[in-house]
Structure formats: C-alpha cells, structure tokens
C-alpha cells in the first residue's frame, strides 16, 4: 500500500526564535559552514519516500530559503509557502496547498534529524493516521495547576517527551484543522487526540534537540560532527 502513496515534507522555518535572542531566524545560523535549514533539507531530498517538499517561512525570508535551496543543488521540487502566526497555522497554510496522501513534518530547527526516523514514521502510516517521534522522559513529571499546585505525578515509563518529525494522514489533518480552529495546541497530533485518533510515538534519540537558545548551536555542532 505504501508505495501507492505520495507524501510531502513540511519543513517550519517561520518562527519568531524570540528565545533564540540574537533579533534573527536560527534556521538560517551556521553550523559547520551549512544554515541549520540545510540539514533537514537534505534529509527529506535525500529520502526514498518523500516526493516533494514546502518550506513555510516568513514572506521576507522567501529569498533566503530560495539561495539555500539553489546553493545546495536540492533536487526534489520544493514550494515556499508564507507562514502564519502561529505553527498552527504555518502548518494549515501548508497542507492547503498541496494533495498528497501523508505529509510528514519537521521542526527546521532540528538539524539532527536522521532518515531511519522518517522511514519509520511513514513506514507506519498503513497502521496510523498520525504518528510522531518522541524521547522516554528521564524525570518525573509533575502536573499542577494554575498556582504550581500538583494535581499528578505521572508514571515515567509511560511519559514521552515529543519531537518532529510527525506524520499524517493529510485528509484527516486537514479535517481536523478546520474543524478545531479555534484550539490552541503546540503539535498537530493534539489535534487528532481530540477525536481520539490512536497516534503512534516512535521511540527516537536525544540528539535530536531543537535549536532554541544560542548555546544550542554548540551542541548541534558536536552532535552533526559525529554524524559526518
């Protein structure tokens, strides 16, 4: 069946890095002489499932995500899409504009994304309508309230913590997107739990951080160092 199926990458790039601090887009920083976009970039044109890819990104960047795919020879087609405000609705924005059976998003500022994690989350889509990779959580998780009072300690083994790429059955995203626009949520597979979609979480690896602070960029650089 899946070789029957299309599937598009959405790479996000249109973040405000508010955390990042240094007043610019971390997707475009360097590390190792490549912008953090390029990495995953490379993945998703390299892999034997994707068909084609769209970058969303702020309507000033489009330029700068146009040099980069051009310096980097990438021979998949890829679209720019103009984000939103918010991921929500960079993602919405994407899978609108495209048709394909599965789409399968990434955080473009998690470099250290590997192909056998996107082969096994599209690998599962016969099984799933949404699927995504996660990390077991080392600590205790405490749920409290308003006012930092706990109301639970959750059970550690079976506490997760969530990363990209996630996958989906478009049609069902899609649906789920315009039926819940009003929700406010951090990753898509909240939106599909709310229809009590099963979603499946793929165990990944802690490499695989997301580029939030400065000081970030000095981790990715050892952990790509190791990969090259």
Known sequence: MLDT???????????????????????????????VLYYSLKVFDKNKYVDNIIIATKEEEISKVKDIIKQENITKSVKIVVGGNSRKQSVYNCIKDVNSDIVIIHDGARPMIKQEYVNKCIENMDKFKGITIGVRSKDTIKITDENNIVINTTERANTWIIQTPQCFNRKILLKMHNKYKKEEVTDDCALLEIDNYKIKVIEGDYTNIKITTYGDLSIAKEFLKEKM
């Open 5 to 35: 199926k299309t599937v598009t990458a959405i790479i996000l790039v249109a973040g405000n890095s508010t955390r990042f601090g240094q007043n610019r887009n971390k997707n475009f920083e360097k590390i190792n002489g490549k912008t």
